[in-house]
């Protein structure tokens, strides 16, 4: 039995495209969530305005989980916890 490789890379390839993360519903407001939260704005604040004034359906849970992915929070996150440890990390 001879296996086409090339038809099979075609697919697997078809497949993979199918699969990458789209982007998320929350990254045209990023710069109004981010800006919100770096201000001390409560994300429940921040999740009503999404909802009410750009009618945009997401959780809080959705929106706290993208907050904490996003890089600028991520770094602050690390800081906090080497201030609160005094002990730096190896970079």
Request: hydrophobic content about 35%; proline content about 3%; aromatic content about 6%.
């Amino acid at each position: 039995m001879k296996i086409d490789a090339d038809r099979l890379l075609k697919e697997a390839r078809a497949l993979a495209e199918q699969k990458r993360r789209r982007e998320s519903k929350l990254t045209p407001y990023r710069d109004f969530i981010i800006n919100a939260v770096k201000e001390g704005i409560p994300l429940t604040t921040v999740h009503t305005i999404l909802k009410t004034q750009c009618q945009l359906e997401v959780s809080y849970n959705n929106l706290r989980g993208w907050i904490h992915r996003q890089p600028e929070f991520r770094k602050s996150a690390e800081a906090d916890d080497t201030a609160r440890s005094g002990v730096m990390l190896s970079e």
